[in-house]
């Protein structure tokens, strides 16, 4: 029977159905392989289910087989929550808290429940706005607390944790808690810390070091390079590749500016990332190298209309950013050529995310533009919901689940 099920997905060029188990997706890329995704919608037609959320943040939900979960802050960011939700209706299943954290500094825009957790099929794991790192099982029992790093930023916390084999991964990209709080974050230091951790016992395998660099909330990536797998990360200052069994910094590159968001992209070969503020670039890598390759890898560099906060998308062989402000670059991945430019409306927080074709590119305000992914601009869609939205898209089961600031929206028929 399986089969003839498989043998039907061919024939018809129907995708099957995937989980989104993590930020942007199974691939960590904004990339779905889903067909059939809703290209139009608003806040009373094609809505599946709106369930309002009774707490903040910042997380993007996740979606594991007919369970999606959301954290939360409570208690002005003192009480961390996991919030599961029944996929089908958006009945909330539960909503427990799952540790009581310390709700240092942040920004504005930023919440103390902007990490978005990731799922393996058997457990949760999250990061506090602290710096704890957690496990529950899928009923949202505690299973183990790392509070090996205690973290403060003059941003907030916003990176999400990566798994690997039986490792939870985390890149601390702090900034100094003294003083001086231009440490750090303006002036370099080498204190930055990548943890990973057993998923299974709690007990840090390894502590990765970057050397000099600043203050960023990159979430990192996982590139196969030569046959291995390495650890892909970008800091203030730096991007780099690391030994996912070791912790071994294998290779550096420059990349001055601080206060980095945009997570790590790849593909082709090449890794894309951005700069931060005070020298905004949009860097492409070669991977392969070792050492300080900056002279001998970087592909090439793209220096206007530059994302401070939303992720790139790589959809081969085109690259997509957009700004803040709503400035979209579609550039050719392998040369670095810009293909075309187009402001959208409204201001954007969120990464956009691919599927079917077509890009999803969703504002502050709660509207998304979707346009067909490729070398021209071509315009599909223009869906408002009318409520504030910062937390990226998540894409399953056909259905497209978009966290505003009130509630959290499956928008399908």
Same mark, same amino acid.
Not at 26 to 53: D, F, H, M, V, Y
Not at 318 to 347: D, F, M
Not at 365 to 390: F, H, M, R, W
């Given at each position: ?10 024939? !018809?060029? =129907? ?24 290209? #139009? %919608? ?17 997380? &993007? ?8 979960? *959301? ?22 299943? %539960? ?11 942040? #920004? ?53 944790? *990566? ?10 990209? %702090? ?28 007990? !840090? ?6 050397? &000099? ?11 196969? *390079?030569?046959?291995?797998? #390495? ?22 590159? &420059? ?58 998308? @790589? ?18 991945? !392998?040369?670095?050529? *810009?293909? %075309? ?17 077509? =890009? @999803? ?15 021209? @601009? ?9 409520? !504030? ?25």
């Amino acid at each position: 029977m399986a089969l003839v099920f498989i043998s039907l997905l061919v024939v !018809t060029g =129907v995708a099957p159905a995937e989980d989104w188990p993590c930020f942007r997706g199974p691939s960590r890329q904004g990339l779905s392989q889903e067909k059939g995704i809703p290209t #139009q %919608w608003s806040a009373e037609s094609n809505i599946k289910w709106k369930t309002p959320l009774p707490s903040e943040g910042w997380s &993007s939900p996740i979606v594991l087989g007919d369970d999606v979960f *959301v954290t939360a802050a409570l208690d002005g960011g003192k009480s961390l929550h996991l919030i599961r939700l029944d996929r089908k209706d958006g009945r909330i299943l %539960w909503d427990r808290e799952v540790t009581q954290q310390q709700p240092k500094y942040k #920004q504005r825009p930023n919440s103390y429940a902007t990490s978005t957790p990731v799922a393996d099929g058997q457990r949760v794991y999250m990061v506090a706005c602290d710096g704890k790192i957690l496990a529950t099982d899928l009923d949202g029992k505690i299973l183990w607390i790392n509070h090996e790093f205690d973290y403060y930023s003059q941003h907030g916390l916003a990176v999400s944790p *990566v798994l690997w084999e039986d490792l939870v991964i985390v890149a601390f990209d %702090w900034s100094s808690p003294g003083p001086d709080k231009t440490v750090g974050w303006q002036t370099p230091w080498d204190k930055a810390v990548i943890l990973a951790v057993d998923k299974k016992t709690r007990k !840090t395998r390894w502590r990765g070091s970057r050397g &000099s660099s600043q203050i960023a909330h990159v979430t990192p990536q996982i590139a196969t *390079v030569d046959g291995h797998d #390495q650890l892909v990360s970008s800091a203030g200052a730096v991007v780099q590749g690391f030994d996912l069994k070791t912790g071994e910094r294998l290779w550096t590159v &420059s990349s001055p500016g601080e206060g980095v968001v945009p997570s790590v992209v790849v593909g082709d070969g090449l890794v894309f990332t951005c700069s931060g503020f005070g020298q905004e670039t949009i860097l492409a890598v070669r991977l392969g190298g070792r050492g300080d390759i900056t002279q001998t890898h970087v592909a090439w560099r793209v220096t206007e209309e530059v994302p401070h906060v939303p992720s790139l998308l @790589y959809v081969s062989p085109r690259l997509y950013s957009i700004t803040e402000a709503g400035i979209v670059n579609c550039i050719q991945g !392998t040369t670095g050529t *810009v293909l %075309w430019r187009q402001r959208l409306p409204g201001k954007y927080s969120a990464s956009p995310v691919y599927a079917d074709g077509k =890009v @999803y590119f969703l504002s502050e305000s709660g509207k998304t533009t979707v346009i067909e992914e490729g070398p021209q @601009y071509k315009l599909v869609a223009q869906n408002d919901l009318g409520e !504030t939205c910062c937390a990226s898209p998540a894409i399953s089961q056909g259905n497209l689940f978009l966290r505003t600031e009130k509630a959290l929206y499956c928008i399908g028929k």
